[in-house]
Structure formats: C-alpha cells, structure tokens
C-alpha cells in the first residue's frame, strides 16, 4: 500500500531569507529523538529526520508524530516558530521526493 502521508518540511533558512545558525540546529534536533541500534549505529526515528531537499538541508517532521509523540512534536513546531523558520506541509510516501 502506497499511502501518502502528510510531512512538515523544516528549512535552515529564517522567513527573512538569512541563514539560521548555527547550521548544525537539524542534526541536534534529529539526534535528540534518535535511539542507538544493536550495532551502536545513531538511528533517526521515523518521524523526525534531517534530510537534504534542493541542496538545501532540512528537518523533514511526519505530522504522525502528533499522534505519536505530541512533546516532541509541539517542541520542533516551537523552535520552528521561536527561530523563524521556514516551513511548508507537503504530502509525501517514505521517499520524501519533494
């Protein structure tokens, strides 16, 4: 079944057009709600995942995570919000094509 589901794209770029800093704010976020697997490797949960779209790089938040995890999400919409942002939904599959 290839069911879309609804993803909030987060970019490195504040609502003015300038650059957010520091640049590594999507790695921190992604690693904060990451877990380690067996082979002691980083894995990104599902429903927040640093990805690269348009040669820009980007949080990519499946708006599952609402139902999912309403903390974590209510706190990557915050610092979205807080920093200024830019953020749009889209609707995606698991390839994030956007």
């Known amino acids: 079944m290839n069911r ?3 993803k909030l794209i987060i970019e490195g770029i ?7 800093r520091p640049s590594d704010w999507i790695e921190r976020i992604s690693a904060t709600l990451a877990t380690f697997g067996p082979d002691h490797r980083l894995r990104y949960a ?4 640093p990805k690269i779209i348009n040669g820009r790089k ?11 995890n309403p903390a974590a999400y209510e706190y990557v919409l915050a610092f ?19």
């Open 4 to 6: 879309a589901t609804q």
């Open 14 to 20: 504040r609502e003015d057009g300038s650059q957010f």
């Open 46 to 49: 599902h429903g927040v995942q």
């Open 58 to 68: 980007c949080l990519v938040v499946d708006l599952l995570l609402r139902q999912e």
């Open 80 to 98: 979205a919000k807080a920093n200024q942002l830019r953020m749009q939904e889209i609707a995606g599959d698991d390839d994030d094509a956007a």
